[in-house]
């Protein structure tokens, strides 16, 4: 089974869709003969064509807009918006648009988008190439959102979006496109939208993250457990929607949670996972949920490790829940 | 005001009794092609009438009149009927010359049941997938790019279908309409641009939407020819619109086309044009009225009688009635059904949701039903 990096993984997942499925579409900013700036389209404009793989003029409400258009007559668009910084854009051919037209039509035009985005920080990117926007599309109905940490998810994760019929956005961890490595079956395969991944089981603490912050999550349950913490980690893969049954089943189990999130604080995704917890396992926990999150400020650059969630904070929410 | 005759580059046909100007050149458009478009301009302007009235008194809640611009919603006729069109919120007359019927659009003003879009929008949003006409989106503007996509995919598919996109002036001052107008010229797509120039954008006259002399110009920057068209005239608009869908069809690219028209009446139901307006600017376009031009037109041409346009005047009336009716006799759509279709299918938050609601529409007392 080959390694693959999360880029190859995405680019894999593309030419495969694109092999079986002949309406599939790419589109954006310099994804054409380029291969997009991440390189995430690399080879694609080769082997399918310009008319497959489009250069867009420079413009992200063009390209939503435009894919929404293509995706009503019959294609299957995946459009690339460069950085998720720069999707505002084409917040409202999304938020409007693309997440409302089943729905506003009455059922009679699904709208089978699948935006792909990097995002998160930790690569000196300051402001614009940094933020981690899920919430404001989480609270988006309509909408899906998906958010892979390694490249086996990736993978598996991006041909199932590809295979659906409802908008998604897949959000890409960057600062991890290539750090993050394993093993990445060829082939097609699947993973369930909508299911949690327990990357490491545990007895005392639940930890949960996605994207970006797995690794994060992952290296702070090592510390703990060399403090003889045993710490159950949970990568939620889909947030919208999320896995409320995986969530409880291990909450119920260890009694205590902590969220790591890299986005800012004050109505966080976080902030939803806590309420829909507490909502429904009261009686089971042990301490107040946590979190360890990006704070309300705008995403810094020279400080940009000082706002970051790292390891031993997560290792600290840890310990006062324990100690709570 | 816009003085219509003094400008040259207006494409015209007939003048403003209706009679065709000298020298202009008469498309080619069948009696039966003619007749069919009074009839459906027709009941775009009885069907106003009555909605409007029917808001008035408080029966429904919104409703928007396309009065004195009947003429442009017909740009549509010489599409076919696999091709896509991508509506503004004012093109009654394409819907109707589509085959959306007077109950597909009474059941949408109200919301009920049988509302093709299950009470889902405001009075008149429609959506009808079966014509190949798209859900109206209230925020001006966001079709165009989508209209732009639809005709790029239909040319990579291989199919020879034109996508068509309407709007108003005021929504040429949107960053949708260059994004769109730019990728349409760029990727050569198959789409045609209607914007209706009706003068007032609400309360906010063109002058104040552009600096340009004319919308049509707009076209230039973006690589397509922009063509200026009375709006009024139901042989310049169909002969224009004709040209542009075979240049389309034909691969040769986009077309912008200005409709010059006038907003008689109110933007809305909402709206008070008094406030803003001298009231002599709209008695000077009603003699430019299109129905009247068109009725004279087809008058000159021997297509028309006083008794055909009354019956077509009654018929319509009683459709009218009837869908009304029986729209009274249509229930709300189910409570469940608020949470279908955002989806395909419903995920656990909503079924959760869902649930709860029921539980509560369940033991609600007989006394609080609404």
């Avoid at chain 1, 389209?41 to 489009?54: K, N, P, Y």
């Avoid at chain 1, 005392?204 to 980690?233: D, P, R, Y």
């Avoid at chain 2, 063109?206 to 340009?212: L, P």
């Avoid at chain 2, 406030?275 to 430019?288: A, H, T």
């Amino acid at each position: 089974m080959p390694v693959m990096n999360i880029i190859q993984a995405v680019n894999d997942a593309l030419r495969l869709q694109m092999r079986a499925e002949p309406k599939t579409v790419v589109l954006g900013e310099d994804v054409g003969k380029f291969g997009g700036v991440f390189r995430a389209t690399s080879g694609l404009h080769e082997e399918f064509g310009a008319e497959r793989v489009i250069d867009t003029p420079l413009a992200e409400a063009g390209i939503i807009g435009t894919a929404i258009g293509m995706a009503l007559y019959g294609l299957r668009p995946v459009p690339e918006i460069q950085f998720g910084d720069f999707i505002f854009p084409a917040f409202d051919q999304i938020v409007n648009e693309l997440a409302k037209f089943r729905y506003r039509s009455g059922g009679q035009y699904p709208c089978p988008v699948v935006i792909r985005t990097p995002v998160g920080g930790g690569i000196r990117g300051g402001h614009y190439h940094s933020q981690s926007p899920e919430a404001l599309f989480i609270h988006t109905p309509g909408l899906k959102v998906v958010a892979p940490s390694n490249p086996y998810d990736a993978k598996g994760l991006l041909l199932a979006c590809l295979r659906q019929n409802d908008p998604v956005l897949f959000m890409e961890p960057k600062r991890i496109y290539r750090a993050s490595k394993n093993d990445v079956p060829e082939g097609e395969y699947t993973l369930e939208i909508g299911k949690l991944n327990v990357t490491r089981p545990g007895t005392q603490v639940t930890l949960i993250a996605w994207s970006g912050m797995v690794s994060i999550a992952e290296e702070a349950a090592q510390k703990a457990e060399q403090a003889g913490i045993s710490v159950e980690v949970l990568d939620l893969r889909s947030l919208m929607p999320f896995d409320i049954d995986g969530l409880l089943t291990s909450v119920k189990k260890t009694g205590r949670a902590v969220i790591v999130q890299e986005a800012p604080r004050t109505c966080g995704f976080a902030s939803e996972l806590i309420a829909s917890i507490q909502e429904r396992a009261m009686e089971h926990l042990e301490a107040p949920i946590m979190r360890v999150c990006g704070f309300d400020t705008p995403f810094p650059y020279t400080l940009e490790h000082e706002y970051m969630p790292n390891a031993d904070r997560v290792l600290g929410a840890i310990r006062q829940t324990l100690e709570w | 005001m816009v003085a219509v005759q003094a400008q040259d580059d207006l494409r015209r046909v007939l003048d403003d009794e209706g009679r065709v100007l000298p020298g202009a050149r008469v498309p080619d458009v069948s009696d039966e092609t003619l007749r069919k478009i009074f009839d459906t301009m027709s009941l775009v302007r009885i069907m106003d009438d009555r909605m409007m009235r029917l808001q008035r008194q408080g029966r429904l809640g919104f409703y928007m009149k396309a009065i004195g611009e009947e003429a442009s919603h017909f740009a549509v006729a010489p599409l076919r009927d696999g091709d896509w069109i991508y509506p503004s919120y004012r093109e009654q007359g394409a819907w109707f010359w589509r085959g959306y019927t007077v109950k597909h659009f009474i059941n949408q003003l109200f919301g009920n049941v049988e509302d093709p879009v299950k009470g889902r929008q405001m009075p008149v949003h429609h959506s009808a997938n079966w014509l190949n006409m798209v859900s109206i989106s209230s925020p001006v503007g966001t079709q165009i790019p989508q209209a732009v996509g639809s005709a790029y995919a239909a040319k990579v598919m291989g199919k020879d279908d034109v996508a068509m996109v309407f709007f108003g002036e005021g929504t040429s001052s949107t960053g949708e309409f260059h994004v769109g107008m730019n990728f349409a010229g760029v990727w050569k797509a198959p789409c045609v641009f209607i914007c209706r120039n009706n003068g007032w954008a609400i309360s906010v006259p063109r002058e104040k939407q552009t600096a340009a002399k004319t919308f049509a110009s707009k076209a230039v920057g973006y690589g397509m020819p922009g063509i200026r068209v009375d709006g009024n005239d139901i042989l310049a608009m169909l002969q224009v619109s004709g040209e542009a869908i075979d240049r389309a069809r034909a691969g040769d690219g986009p077309t912008l086309i200005e409709a010059l028209t006038y907003r008689v009446q109110g933007h809305s139901s909402s709206d008070d044009p008094s406030v803003y307006r001298d009231p002599k600017e709209p008695e000077l376009w009603e003699k430019r009225d299109p129905l009247n031009r068109m009725r004279n037109y087809m008058r000159h041409r021997g297509l028309w009688d006083e008794a055909w346009e009354r019956d077509i005047t009654e018929k319509y009336n009683q459709e009218i009635t009837d869908a009304l009716a029986a729209s009274d006799r249509l229930a709300a759509p189910a409570i469940e059904t608020m949470f279908e279709d955002v989806y395909e299918d419903m995920p656990w938050h909503l079924r959760e949701q869902k649930e709860w609601l029921m539980q509560q529409a369940r033991t609600r007392s007989p006394h609080s039903h609404g």
